[in-house]
């Protein structure tokens, strides 16, 4: 069974710099994608970023695109998300998932979340 924690999130100040992980399992192929999420208070769940664990392929909102890279590393099953310049927009839960189709499919499971906090 597909399984992915968040890890990573805390609190940082505007122009600030932040890391995270999601440690995934369960996997029968290469041939899926991890994507990053998040979700402000009062707000829908946006996509953030999103990694083709095949070819390294990757995807950018346009909102975060220039100031977080994602990243994969295979060996450790583990997908990372460095998160440079940040804003107080970028204050929300910060949730990981897979899709098996594309960046653009259906993903899941979840993992918990994990929150980021931008503010001085």
């Known amino acids: 069974q597909v399984q992915v924690v968040e890890s990573g999130g805390g609190l940082v100040q505007p122009g600030g710099s932040l890391g995270l992980s999601c440690a995934a399992s369960?996997?029968?192929?290469?041939?899926?994608?991890i994507g990053w999420f998040r979700q402000a208070p009062g707000k829908e769940r946006e996509g953030v970023s999103c990694v083709s664990y095949n070819d390294g392929s990757t995807y950018y909102a346009n909102s975060v695109k220039g100031r977080f890279t994602i990243s994969r590393d295979n060996a450790k099953n583990t997908v990372y998300l460095q998160m440079n310049s940040l804003k107080p927009e970028d204050t929300a839960v910060y949730y990981c998932a897979v899709a098996s189709s594309s960046c653009n499919g259906a993903f899941g499971p979840w993992g918990q979340g994990t929150q980021v906090t931008v503010s001085s």
């Open positions: 369960g996997f029968t192929s290469d041939n899926y994608f």
